[in-house]
């Protein structure tokens, strides 16, 4: 890893940053190999999770990946283009702008639970930003890897963008490797890891992680509309999403709707129940197992558990699909309300009033995400005044994830800097600040030795000042 890392930067200085018109071809090649290789990869993930059905993988992830390169084309002049910028009036003859430039390799660490859009979407910005990228995809979609492996070298040289394949001792390798950036999705336990062994080298971090996203019911507006938007969000990926809606708050005298919707919206939303076509198994055993003992936990604690949908008994070990699940009257005593679920479970909980629901969500770490259904009013704007998340969703969930012009980042726990949007771009420049004299200057005035003049500006600059008194 380290020899290809250093054959790319060797590659970066002596090659230089490239124009726009290399940044388009590279970003072409790469809409073309994705599109090229659309059914196998859409097999590929299937065979890695055990069902999923390539409905799923092409919303989810190939039409994020196709917009977002169509998108980063579009926006690739304005975004290089030299950024003017103020100066002062001491300095009026002269001019001051911002150019950005590649930064030079940047390391990428995929997850699985999108193993195509969250492998495909950073490499697109980094060679937008001019990049060359080295890419650690995730041990637990090996198909899947392989194949972006192989693909991504039938168009790319090895100094443009490399594939490294492994397990968690090469993925802590990785990470420890001296990068221009490294961006990270993955849980936050092993984020802290990563950010860990990036600092050894000073390597700047982009950390996408995750958390507990609330989805918050404003009173009376649990309804057909609403419940569709947070059924789609928990249960698409079989919960496996880093966004998906991780409990919800609802009002007291709307619980009992809630629940009755909650029944009928994943029935229709699945009609064959967890072993139908459309519904996405769980990564691994391991996986399953935790979730096995995050409701096995619930339960002993006192959690009504209310398996949901059509014929949840369908569920299986052996196909490792987990059927969608309420819990109601949870606490904090248990380990789901604690970490984060990635999931079909959603824990339910209830307020009376808004004030509530702030103080509860304020009380957590800073989720990834925050979904509000009701009026975009006065109340509304209180939530997302006195919380604070990575990114929020009025009346939907997820959709904020695919508008490209828009950052995606967590805050604190729930993650560090952003990308997608310009912010992408320039998470993976360097904004290089310009300052160009002009044939004026009033400071060459202001060197010694100094004298009236030099007091003058002061004055000026400063008032009249004859020293501090207490």
């Not at 977002?68 to 950024?83: A, G, H, P, T």
């Not at 009701?374 to 109340?379: I, K, L, Q, W």
Request: include cysteine; charge should be positive; hydrophobic fraction near 40%.
């Amino acid at each position: 890893m380290a020899v290809t890392l250093c054959q790319q930067r060797t590659a970066f200085l002596n090659e230089g940053a490239p124009g726009i018109g290399e940044r388009k071809d590279r970003l072409k090649r790469l809409r073309a190999v994705v599109l090229a290789h659309r059914m196998e990869l859409e097999s590929a993930i299937r065979a890695d999770f055990g069902n999923r059905s390539r409905h799923e993988t092409g919303i989810m992830e190939l039409m994020g990946v196709v917009q977002s390169i169509d998108y980063l084309v579009r926006n690739l002049s304005r975004f290089m283009k030299r950024e003017r910028r103020h100066v002062g009036i001491p300095y009026r003859w002269g001019s001051a702008y911002v150019e950005y430039q590649p930064l030079g390799v940047i390391g990428i660490m995929a997850p699985w639970n999108y193993p195509l859009s969250l492998t495909m979407i950073p490499l697109a910005t980094a060679f937008a930003a001019g990049n060359r990228a080295m890419i650690k995809p995730s041990e637990l979609t090996p198909r899947t890897s392989e194949l972006i492996q192989r693909m991504l070298a039938c168009v790319f040289r090895a100094e443009e963008v490399s594939v490294v394949l492994g397990g968690a001792e090469v993925g802590a390798a990785f990470s420890a490797l001296a990068f221009d950036h490294l961006l990270f999705t993955g849980s936050t336990q092993v984020g802290r890891k990563v950010m860990k062994a990036a600092s050894d080298n000073l390597v700047p971090v982009t950390l996408e992680l995750g958390g507990k996203s609330p989805a918050v019911f404003a009173p009376g507006h649990v309804n057909t509309r609403t419940m569709k938007s947070l059924v789609y969000g928990k249960l698409s990926n079989a919960g496996q999403t880093c966004v998906a809606p991780d409990y919800a708050l609802v009002h007291a005298d709307d619980l009992e709707r809630f629940i009755s919707l909650y029944k009928e919206t994943a029935s229709a939303f699945y009609p064959n129940g967890p072993a139908g076509p459309d519904y996405t198994s769980i990564i691994s055993e391991r996986h399953y197992d935790r979730l096995t003992s995050l409701l096995m936990d619930a339960r002993h604690k006192g959690a009504q558990v209310i398996v949901v949908g059509e014929s949840p008994e369908n569920a299986s070990k052996h196909i490792r699909t987990f059927a969608p699940t309420l819990l109601v009257n949870v606490d904090d005593s248990m380990a789901v309300m604690k970490e984060e679920i990635f999931g079909p479970i959603l824990p339910v909980c209830t307020y009376s009033n808004l004030l509530e629901v702030i103080e509860y969500v304020n009380a957590r770490p800073r989720p990834l995400a925050l979904y509000y259904f009701g009026p975009n009013d006065a109340r509304c704007k209180l939530l997302l005044t006195r919380t604070t998340s990575g990114n929020v969703g009025i009346n939907n969930t997820l959709m904020h994830v695919a508008q490209d012009d828009l950052p995606f980042g967590g805050v604190g726990p729930s993650g560090m800097g952003a990308y997608h949007g310009i912010e992408g771009f320039r998470a993976m420049s360097h904004a290089k600040g310009v300052y160009v004299q002009g044939k004026w200057s009033l400071p060459r005035l202001l060197h010694a030795p100094f004298g009236r003049f030099a007091d003058l500006v002061l004055a000026l600059t400063l008032g009249h000042s004859r020293g501090f008194r207490p």
